[in-house]
């Protein structure tokens, strides 16, 4: 057994690769008040706010990251969908993203809801709506990962669904609340060292 340092500043996680092989049995979506849009161009503001909003508690940067250019290269490609999950009042309190990178198979990029959501059956509602359009003809594998960061449920959520875990990998970066993408105040369950 060993133990590997972290440098100061840094994080780390263990990021587990899932994946789905064959297109899951078709089922009853699951009742919920919210509604999927799909975002066609987001521009790239009001995708980096819902992003934040969703994922700033399991320290989501990746898209925070990068600039304009870079971020539109990634969300406006044609395999690429991006949706965002609207309540009631029409508010943005969900984010799904997909990228079919050839014919035969799909990745979740990113996939989730604000945390006063959570356990409340709306991931399942949002899992079948993706499934339906990840699974398009002639897709034989969708793949997500998930990591120790995101929320402590995710694994055994994917996992739920059908996925499978494949691999695991160890990610190391920047500590986002320190360089400034988000608030310091950020996943107070991850100390700030």
Known sequence: MALHAVARGELATIVTTLEM?????????????????????????????????????????????????????????PETQVHAVIDRAGIEVGLLEFTH??????????????????????GRWLMSLALAMMWRPGVALVRVNTCTLDHPSALNFYRAQGFEAVKRTIETFPDPRLTGLLPRDAAPQMPLL
């Open 21 to 77: 092989r064959a297109r899951p049995p078709a089922r009853p979506l699951p009742d919920s008040p919210l509604r999927l849009v799909r975002w066609v161009r987001p521009e790239p503001a009001k995708y980096r706010a819902l992003f934040a909003r969703v994922g700033a508690p399991w320290l989501w940067y990746s898209r925070l990251a990068i600039d304009d250019a870079a971020l539109a290269a990634l969300i406006d490609r």
């Open 101 to 122: 990178p050839a014919p035969d198979w799909c990745s979740l990029d990113y996939f989730g809801l604000v945390p006063d959501l959570a356990g409340k059956g709306h």
